[in-house]
């Protein structure tokens, strides 16, 4: 079950990524991500797993140590859980930086690899994208 769910994270996502990489300019496209709530399906995810566990997620991270997190990301459910948060996450940045892109003409050509960037490495394409969206203001 946790494998079933932990794929499906992700894969509820691939059509909101898909559409702005691959469709950045067609008007169903711009309707669709302008929506926050394109998040809600991993969170699904999440809250499938996560609600039933809320006190020792809880426990967890109001006192969070290594040692306790690593236990927990031990555990199937405990590291789908994370996945699926840090996929909901990803999804909310790459959502900004699609519209923000769109706001500020940049080409999609150059948002394209952008957004697979945010997809794999978030923590990489954010802060390229902050960089060109300096640039692109200035």
Known sequence: MNALLFDLAFFVTVPFWALMIFAP????????????????????????LGIPRLPELWALFTTPTVEKLTEFAADGAGITL??????????????????????????????????????????????????LRARTRA
């Open 25 to 48: 300019t067609w008007s169903w496209t711009h309707r669709i991500i302008s929506s926050p709530w394109i998040v809600l399906p991993p969170l699904g995810v999440w809250a499938v």
């Open 82 to 131: 994370i996945w699926a948060q840090v996929i909901a996450w990803d999804l909310f940045i790459g959502r900004w930086m699609y519209l923000e892109s769109r706001r500020l003409g940049i080409h999609p050509l150059i948002m394209g690899p952008l957004l697979v960037l945010a997809i794999l490495l978030s923590p990489i394409g954010l802060p390229v994208f902050l960089v």
